[in-house]
Structures are given as C-alpha cells and as structure tokens.
C-alpha cells in the first residue's frame, strides 16, 4: 500500500524496513544464491526435510540461561528473560549495561540484525545480485559524511561510549557463533561479520521517514501530465496549498526514473493510503487512579521476525523498559523510574529534490569526467567518490557517487541532475539514537531538553510523569522555507533553506486544560500556528475518534485503554453507507441480502461478520469507480493513493447528480460482490472479514518456519489500523504499550509474533496467539516482579 509520505514512516524505512525488507529482498534471493556453486534454495530447501530444517534451527539456538565467559565486560551482568521474552538485563556499569544489550540483541535477532547492517551499508547486492545495486548506491550516497564530534554529541554526551559498547557486545556474539550461526546464514552461504562503531549511525534507517523527495517526483509527474488543478484535486494536501511550480522549472521527464534508488529505497507498494501510528495521554482528574495514563501503539509492517525488541536496561543511571530496534540501544519507546513516553510521526517535510543545471568542466586523472553544477551564475565543480558494490553471479562494480553542495545527485537526464537535500545530512540526524538521552529524563524540562536532540524521524513525544504532568511536542529538525516543498524546485541558488526552526517554536502542550492529548499522524498543527511543518497530514478519522471516546468518558483504566486501541469502528463507513441505502431505496433494490446486511451494520469492522467484508470490498471498489469518474487512466494511474475524504464528497455530496451517484454506488456493490464470490464462492455462510482479512508470518526462507496466519478486525481507517492491499494486513500495530505511572508494573504491552528471531526459539512466535486475541502481556518493571516471571537466567561474566 502506498500513502501519502509521513504516514507511511511506519512501512518503508530502513528501520521499519527490516521485516519488510527483509521479507521482499529475500524472496529474490531465493532466486538468485545459485551463484558461485551456492545451491538455490528452492534445490536446498526441496533437500531438506521440513522436520530437518526444524531440527538445524534448534541446533543452533542461543543459550539463555547458565553462565558464558565474554571477553570485554568489566563485571558479572544478569540477565533475566521473562515468560514473555523480555529480558532484564541489571549490570554494575553503563559500559556492561550496553555491552550486554548488544549482546542479547544479537542472541535473538542477529540475522535480521546483518540484514539491517547489509541495508543500511548498501550492500544487498552481495546476496540478491544486480536488482540491489540501485538501492545499494543510493545507501551510499546518503551515508553520513560530516562532523563525526558533532554528531556524537547531538545524540548524548556519552553516546559514543555507549554506541561502542553496543557494538562490542554485538561482536562478542558473532564471534561466538561465527562457526554455527543462526540457520538463515548456513542456508544462504554466508557469515556474520563484526560490526563497526558507526553501524547504528547508518542513514537509510531515517531516510523515508524524513521528507518527501518521492512525493515530489510522483507530484512532478502527476502536475506535467495532468496541471496543477486536477492534482489539487486528486491528491489534496492538508492543510490545504494551492502548487506552486517554481516559475521556467520544466516538469516534465521528472518521474520514477530519474531517481530509482529513492524508490527502491521507499520500495512503494500501492492501493490506498497506509495511516500511521496512535497514541494518547490522559490527565490524573480522567483516570481511575488518580494519575496519568499513556497509550501508544506505532504502526508498521507485520512481518517475521518482529520489527520491535522490547528490553529493560537497569544499570548506573538507567532503569528504563520498553521497546526498540534491535539494532539500536536504548529504548526508543517505553518508561523509566520518574516519566512514561511514546511516539507517532509528525511527517515534518525535511526533504526537496533540486533541480540542477550540470556541464562537463574537465577530467580527473582516473579518466572520469568532472561535471559543474549553475549556483548563483557560477559553475561549480561537483564532489566525486569512487566505490566498489559487490554483485552476486557478477564483477564488482565500480560505482561514481556524486555530489553538489546540496547533497548527493540521484538521478539526472539531458544537462541536468535531480539532487536530494535532506535533514538526516546533518549531525544528529541517525534514527532513533537521541532515545539515549530521553530515556534519563527526569521531568518536563529535562525531557525537553531530550527532545531536542530528537532530528529524525520527527515524532509527536508524548509524556506522562509519576507528579501527575503530561505533555506533548512536535519534536525533530526542521527546514525553514519560502515555498510549499511539494515539487522539485531549482538549484541555481533561488530555493535555499533559511535554516532551521529553533526547537522552542515547535509545537507542544504541557497539562492542557481538556485533560488529555491525542496525536494519530493527523494535522496536529495549533490554531494559529504558522509555520507550515508538512502539507501532508494523515487524514483525522482515528484522531477524531480517540478524541471523541476520550472526551466523553472517565475514570479509565489500562483495560479500558486496551479496548480503545482495538477500537474498530470505522467512521467513514458511517457516512458512506447510507448513500449505498438510499440509492438501494431509489432502485427499488432495498431486499437485497447484500444491502439488508449493510443495513443492520454497526460500521465495526468485526473480523466475525458479514458486513464488513462486504463494505471493504465495496469501498475498495467505489473509489476505483471515484476516481475513474474523476481523471484518465493515465492520469489515475500517477495517483499514489486514493483519498477517502474526496471519495465521500463524491458519493454524498453535490458535484455529481443523484442518478450517477445511485448507479455508482449500486454498481460497485456488484463488483464487491463478484470479487468476493470469485475468492471465496457463492456459499456465504463463510462470508466473514476475517475470512480474507488476515495477517500472515511467513519467514523470508523456509516454508518450514512460518507461522499460523491470523484472522483480524478493522482496517485502515479504524484505530485498531489493520491495513494493507489486497484485503490483508500487511501493517498496524505489532508493538503496543499503555503505561501507568501509578504504578509501573501496571503497564502492559503487546508485540508479535515474538520476541526472538530464531526459528525453534519458545519465544520465536509465542506472542503471536495473545497478539491475534488483542490480549496484552504485563510489562513488569520491578525487581520483585521480574523476579517471579523470570523463566531463564544468564550471567555474562568476564573472560
């Protein structure tokens, strides 16, 4: 599914990328590793029994309860997995406390660690040959290049010392198992290799969910093809932005061409826009205990291995829980002793696509042609760096990576070049790293001053503290512009940033006088407030919702929270539904089964009934219709999303007369109709949304790992978001978690579909089943608690 850029963080990046990626890169892998005498896996695989691949993957798990000697701690680390698989790691110093994180990262998830690191490092090319060496030049040439003092220190100032400690703990892994390795390496030939200190520094994690250089060009296309109205038109902005084309910029030529690194880097996926995460916070006088309560649930892929680790570090200054990425330390979302945190995106736009005038302007000694780029009536030598991508089944490839002072170039046609200026250039700018600051907060003011270390990807932090505050800020590192940043615009020195906006002028709220705070990726911009962050909110249905349920009630409870974020009521339905009636009503067609169906429906999307499978599928089918009325097939086909907002102006409004509507709505009844019967036959007592509306977990590999697929509720539009194309879910909400400072082992959470990476593992899909009951597990913090739900100790100790 594609959406509009900022809600889609939560699919295609490189962090969010690693189930996703991993899932699309491998499948083509399993094509291609019969290169260089490796058999291919459909040989491997037929080979080896699934019983054996089972007992291979057992063999080779990590040891998680005894004793292992590790060189490189300074003391013993005790490391306490609970029946959840949550480990509870408590060391005497900060360096051990990360060196064991890292570690026990790795035990679980290594391979899905080295496909992060492969990634990032734009070296995939190396397993799935030539279809990666687009994306892995583009990882290159968005690597960071600066001030490496200046970008330590934006994230914490001991970050160096405990991204060091990390990776020296990832390491002491690998190089335990670098013999016998998780069963993924063996059946693809290959060997963890050491991780370096700037891994967890690697850009591409933060790249798709920093701006919208894709969406630029896709708009580019769309405006040359079909004007700036009827893009207006199609693809709305909110707030709304009339397109302002930069004046003599020609548009046309600008497509997916041009830049396909980005794009396989985004690797966009299309139907209908993928909304993005939820989360709440509400005020001590709303709960019924007096204090705050905190819900946040990040939506992203639903793949194998899970995308989220959840980790509790307690050591010199650390006591915080809660989860991350596993090839990242600290904890991106979760609690400490004093505050309670949680994220959604904002979608700041920190990206733009320069447009540039290049000419040959001599040659360099290696024989390559220097080109010059036109800034302010000069030509300006452009920056070269040589490297190498390895390609499995060929020669390496020597590759030119280019830049102009606005950043890499990223495609180009006749005497221009297509550049990419982006945020996550700048010190600081490495995903989620600035969590090793919030995670020590204390207060508002001190998670303040976290949050503005916080540059990408810019998030909505809300906080909740043990005192009874909340709050909320739009926090992340912002250019300053003086056009919307919705199109590709000149490099010739007329469309510059004027910097950054300063952190204080952000959006925020500290104890608002409603008594709770909502951010669901919508437009989350205050009356008033003029700095134009982004153009391309995600649409109010679930923030509208949340708010209307919140204000409305209160003495909540952290089960009443858990029911709210299943919440599958889904409002769009509300106001579509009764244009299919009446026009049931005019048609004389109101006996319908099919209509008398919708007709009793509550407009909750209940995986158990009837009702909605039958208004998915006509949705599905009346914005095609909607759309098709609206634009050329050519035209529509540059639409990256259907906007359901238009799609109910459409059906229920004025533009188009009552008799088109009716047959509009009545004919996409029969196509839903036929579509379902062709999928699941004309015997409908089987006719339920769960039927077809599942979440699959299929391991990149082998047949043999897979795990049950999972009936679900909801869909796109509902706060439980199940979305995904083809009337699946492919992405939502895996890791969830409700906080309560009252008392933190109260806190609860869910993640799917299992803590470990390693198929055989006990933990590797027991929370699938929870997860697909939408039950949550507690998130014990205490020693006490720990203490009783441990079910595996392990001591590192010195070597």
Sequence with gaps: MKRAR??????????????LLIATLLVALSAHVSAQGTPAMGTLTTRLAS????????????????????????SAVEVRRDRWGVPHIYARTQHDLFFAQGYVAAQDRLWQMEMWRRA????????????????????????????????????????????????????AHINRVKDRPPIEFTLLNISPEPWSDDVPLLRLAAFDVSGNADQEIL?????????????EQLWPTDPYRTLDPAPGLDLSGIDTTIAAGIFDASRPVGYERITGSNNWVVKGSRTATGKPLLANDPHRSIALPALRYVTH??????NVIGAGEPALPGVALGHNERIGFGFTVVGMDQQDIYVEQVRDCGTRAEGIVRRCSLYKGVWRPTRILLDTIRVRGETPRVVQLEFTRHGPIVGGDSGRVFVLRSATSEPGAAAYLASLSLDRARDWQSFLAAAARWKTPTENLVYADVDGN????????MPVRRWSGLLPVPGDGRYEWDGWVPFARLPKSYNPSAGFIVTANHNILPRGYSIPLNYEFAPPHRADRITRVLRDSTGWTVAAFERLQHDEYVDIARRLVPALLSAAR?????????IRVMARWNFVMSRDSMAPLLYQAWYNALSGRVYAGLASGAVRELVPYRDAELVVRMVTGKDWGAARRDSMALAALDDAVADLTRRLGGDR??????????????????EAFDLPATPRGGNGQTVNMTGGGNLLQTSGASFREILDPSDWDNSVATSTPGQSGQPGSTFYGDLLPMWARGEYFPLVYSRARVERETRHVLMLVPR
């Design 685 to 702: 007592s089987g006719w339920v949304w769960g039927a077809l509306h599942r979440a699959f977990f299929r391991h990149p590999l082998a």
């Design 586 to 594: 005019a048609r004389g067609t109101a006996e319908r089964d099919d």
């Design 6 to 19: 900022p809600y889609n963080c939560e699919l295609r990046t490189a962090n969010c990328m690693t189930p």
């Design 470 to 477: 909340i709050g909320w800020v739009a926090a992340g590192l």
């Design 51 to 74: 019983s054996d691949l089972r007992d291979s993957a057992r063999a080779r798990l990590s040891q998680i309860e005894g004793r292992i000697e590790v060189p490189g701690l300074d």
């Design 313 to 318: 570090l307690v050591g010199p200054g650390w």
């Design 120 to 171: 990032g490092e734009g070296r995939l090319a190396e397993l799935v040959g030539a279809k990666a060496v687009e994306r892995d030049k583009f990882a290159r040439l968005v690597r960071y290049r600066g001030d490496m003092e200046a970008e330590w220190k934006s994230y914490a100032p001991d970050a160096k010392q405990i991204v060091r400690a990390f990776v020296q703990g990832v390491n």
């Design 219 to 231: 708009r580019a296309k769309l405006v040359a093809v079909a004007g700036t109205k009827k893009t």
